[in-house]
């Protein structure tokens, strides 16, 4: 199967999501990224997170994320969610999400989070199974740098290139 390894979404930047100044406030940079992901692994891996938790007892954790903020989202703001799969272990899976104006033009935050493999019977983590490894091997998308920030600027230099063509 041929899978999109780099989708991307719309999303609007609601009010109450927003600071007086009718700034995106930070911690809601997250959950507009997460958001997007959650709907990406379902709508382009059929990966629904919330039902393996329910059926199989099993889904993942956030173990660590990072986040760079470049621009700000502004209230009612149209902007883009693109996602990849940059690193992923028997245990583990990384994602890195980037928020974009809507023409693509400027990188507004750059997201990388860590998702830890988990049972929720036993309360640990978990290996991968050999079917979720093999998804996980085809949209792995990976990437050059060992930063986010060098990863950041790398973004916004290529968005800034992208936007003079």
């Known amino acids: 199967m041929k899978y ?4 991307i979404s719309k999303a609007i930047i609601r009010f109450q999501d927003c600071d007086p100044f009718g700034h995106l406030n930070n911690s809601k940079y997250l959950d507009y990224m997460i958001n997007a992901r959650e709907d990406h692994l379902i ?13 199989e007892g099993k889904s993942w954790v956030v173990g660590h994320s990072e986040i760079v903020y470049m621009k700000p989202a502004l209230v009612m703001e149209e902007v883009k969610i693109q996602s ?4 992923f272990a028997d245990r583990y899976v990384k994602a ?13 935050a750059v997201l990388w989070s860590k998702f830890v493999h988990y049972d929720l019977k036993t309360l640990r983590s978990r290996p991968h199974e050999e079917e979720l490894m093999s998804i996980l091997n085809e949209i792995h998308t990976p990437i050059e740098e060992a930063s986010l920030e060098q990863r950041a600027r790398k973004l916004a230099e290529t ?7």
């Open 4 to 7: 999109n390894k780099q989708p």
């Open 43 to 55: 709508h382009e891996y059929d990966l629904n997170i919330f039902k393996m938790a329910r059926h």
């Open 84 to 87: 990849r799969l940059i690193e």
């Open 96 to 108: 890195e999400m980037v928020m974009l104006d809507k023409e693509e033009e400027q990188v507004k």
């Open 159 to 165: 968005q800034v290139l992208a936007a003079k063509v």
